[in-house]
């Protein structure tokens, strides 16, 4: 059962939700957002740990934009 529900995002962009469930202290994120997909159903210690992975992945898949000519 969820016990509930946080939204994980960056620079404004929803990436996905970390869950709670019942019996356990631990938090699974379910993915939205393709450049976080590779962790869709990871579970974390903590929302902190889990922000911090995702936000770490998403910058690292984020395309870097050109250079000014």
Do not use: C, N, W
């Amino acid at each position: 059962m969820l016990l509930d529900s946080t939204i994980i995002e960056v620079d404004g962009v929803f990436l996905g939700t970390a869950i709670l469930f019942a019996g356990g202290r631990l938090l699974r994120f379910y993915a939205v957002h393709d450049s976080v997909r590779a962790l869709h159903d990871q579970i974390l210690p903590d929302l902190d740990s889990l922000r911090r992975k995702v936000g770490q992945h998403f910058r690292k898949m984020a395309p870097v934009p050109p250079r000014p000519a």
